[in-house]
């Protein structure tokens, strides 16, 4: 070994010491008091005044903890009891707590919904709390939450092949499955996963153009039904913190062969629709012609 | 802890992060290595980008009356590095700055080449990606280097490509050729017919895992058109300089093919995006760096278009 290199190696191990002593010590620092503050400064009463919220395991909010990319941060949560005409969950919030917009939406579920789970991919603009809070229909409130890092979600651009999302703007796109990814006829009545994926830019509103420097006006899917055989079993009231090409997983219970409809109205008041034919002994799923 | 000792703490960090990285930094130089006749590159090294600014391969052709250089850098100093070094080579002015797409580290160092009689050219789709993208990127910059976003730091193409265009250096001609949506959705390639030389732009990944911003059909589309073509030598984006052709294509082939089909497997079986991120995994790891940083964004990013696929 080199005189050089021994004394490169040696402020080497003392630069590792160093860096690993202050990570060490300052890692503590950003404590959940700190990162809570928007949410106990004003969030949470603006929408929940001074009502109960218990933190249990009646639901569960799965995030990431590090998003690889802000502009589609995949969200799941979990339901701790089945939808049953007694007991059933009625809405779930959906916040993050630092966005430009903390509220990415309202999801509203019946007892036809079979299970209150859901799926959904988000922008997260920078390090922030992510909570559910579930209503039941006794009114109770239950929240779950999450930390993410991510940044620049919201202002990040459109996914590069920004032309093809543009040129199907409205396309729907329904997946429907048995939880064990097998089709049974004895699973008839268990609640059924379905994805229903739109085709839509999603625009933030918050994506400047460096040339003209104006923002692209804001312009994102606000409202989707989605009903099997006329019963309600999903429905989502949402902002631009939905991802572009909305992808909404969700539960039904198809007791019969009958068609799920999908009704979605954007910020400009363009309305979509699709049915689907659910055919609950083969577990297949047809797009009506 | 108050808050004055975190504030010393986080000083600590920085400075120590600093004095580490300080022999790293200077172990490469803007020095320009000839490949081959009048065909010059600056190697990139393989790092994250931000976290380093010099990571791509800059590239730079010599004409008898004009220079071309390819791609500028992540920042305008990379790119002032670039633009000396090219001064102490040649008198022959730079008339044509080429970006091969809009990727911060290729051309953060436009600024350092902005003069009267200096053309920037890019693919059609160039100028918007950047009108919507390049404010984010010098933001990002700036968080890394402490500095402050200078939005007059953004040069637009001038003269954009569609097809394929020819710049006339005087005695030799480069061919300049727009691709369909692959690794973004404005991929240029050149072409210096007189050397036989490739310059892939972010077409061609070696050792760097490819990074996917664009459409992943697409991508191996155009490098299965590329690799069907024969050139002497070729310039990744990253990676060795001197790769040889099409056996410099196969390993992005294989990752982004591979990728394809085990998240073809996973959309089939019903899975979601979250999951599927933390399950598919790089097959042959050995063959590349950054996979932590990269291969999940990756996986998103593939995940995101074939759920579309009938």
């Known amino acids: 070994m080199s005189m050089q290199t021994r004394r490169r190696a040696g402020v080497g191990s003392f630069c590792l010491a160093l860096i690993l002593l202050a990570a060490l010590t300052s890692g503590a620092q950003a404590t959940t008091v700190e990162e809570d503050m928007a949410w106990t400064g004003g969030l949470r009463s603006a929408y929940f005044a001074d009502r109960e919220i218990k933190s249990d395991e009646l639901i569960t909010l799965e995030a990431p903890q590090r998003a690889e990319n802000a502009a589609i941060v995949p969200i799941s949560i979990k339901a701790g009891i089945p939808q049953t005409e007694d007991r059933y969950i009625r809405t779930i919030w959906l916040f993050v707590d630092k966005n430009p917009g903390p509220l990415v939406g309202k999801f509203h579920f019946t007892p036809a919904s079979g299970r209150a789970d859901l799926g959904l991919r988000l922008r997260v603009d920078t390090y922030s709390p992510v909570r559910a809070i579930a209503e039941t229909n006794d009114g109770e409130l239950h929240m779950s939450r999450s930390f993410v890092k991510a940044s620049g979600g919201c202002s990040a651009p459109a996914s590069s092949d920004s032309d093809a999302a543009r040129e199907q703007l409205g396309k729907m796109k329904f997946l429907v499955r048995n939880e064990s990814g097998e089709d049974k006829a004895s699973e008839v009545e268990q609640p059924r996963l379905a994805q229903l994926m739109i085709r839509h830019p999603n625009r933030s509103g918050l994506q400047m153009d460096q040339v003209t420097r104006h923002y692209a006006p804001a312009e994102f899917v606000k409202q989707v039904k989605v009903s099997f055989e006329g019963e309600e079993i999903f429905e989502a009231e949402t902002s631009f913190a939905v991802s572009e090409n909305p992808s909404f997983r969700f539960y039904f219970v198809p007791q019969r062969e009958g068609e799920l409809v999908a009704e979605v109205v954007d910020t400009e008041g363009r309305q979509f629709s699709e049915t689907y034919e659910v055919s609950p002994l083969t577990g297949e799923v047809a797009a009506k012609q | ?310």
């Open chain 2, 1 to 310: 802890m108050t808050a004055g000792d975190r504030w010393q703490l986080q000083r600590l960090l920085l400075y120590s992060t600093i004095l580490c990285s300080w022999p790293v930094l200077t172990s490469a130089d803007a020095g320009l290595q000839r490949i081959a006749d009048g065909v010059y590159v600056r190697p990139g090294r393989i790092a994250v980008v931000f976290e380093d600014d010099s990571i791509a391969n800059l590239g730079l052709v010599i004409g008898s009356r004009c220079a071309a250089v390819i791609d500028t850098g992540g920042s305008v100093a990379e790119g002032r590095a670039l633009y000396r070094a090219i001064g102490k080579l040649t008198d022959v002015p730079v008339c044509f700055v080429i970006n091969t797409h809009v990727h911060p580290d290729h051309m953060l160092g436009n600024k350092a080449f902005q003069r009267d009689h200096v053309q920037f050219v890019g693919h059609r789709k160039l100028p918007r990606a950047v009108a919507l993208r390049a404010g984010t990127y010098l933001q990002r910059a700036a968080e890394y280097s402490g500095g402050v976003a200078d939005e007059s730091q953004i040069v637009l193409p001038e003269r954009t490509v569609s097809g394929e265009v020819q710049l006339d250096l005087g005695q030799r001609i480069l061919i300049l050729r727009a691709h369909a949506t692959a690794h973004t959705d404005n991929d240029l390639s050149i072409v210096d017919p007189q050397t036989g030389t490739l310059f892939t732009g972010d077409l061609v990944f070696l050792e760097h895992l490819p990074v996917l911003d664009g459409s992943i059909n697409g991508w191996l589309g155009e490098l299965d058109q590329l690799m069907g073509e024969t050139f002497e030598r070729v310039v990744p984006g990253h990676g060795p300089v001197l790769a040889a052709w099409p056996q410099a294509g196969e390993p992005a082939v294989r990752y982004l093919t591979e990728l394809r089909e085990s998240t073809r497997t996973w959309i089939a079986r019903g899975g979601d995006l979250g999951e599927a991120q933390e399950r598919i995994e790089v097959s042959r790891p050995e063959h590349w760096q950054l996979i932590e940083q990269y291969h999940k964004r990756n996986v998103a990013a593939a995940f995101a278009e074939l759920e579309w696929e009938d």
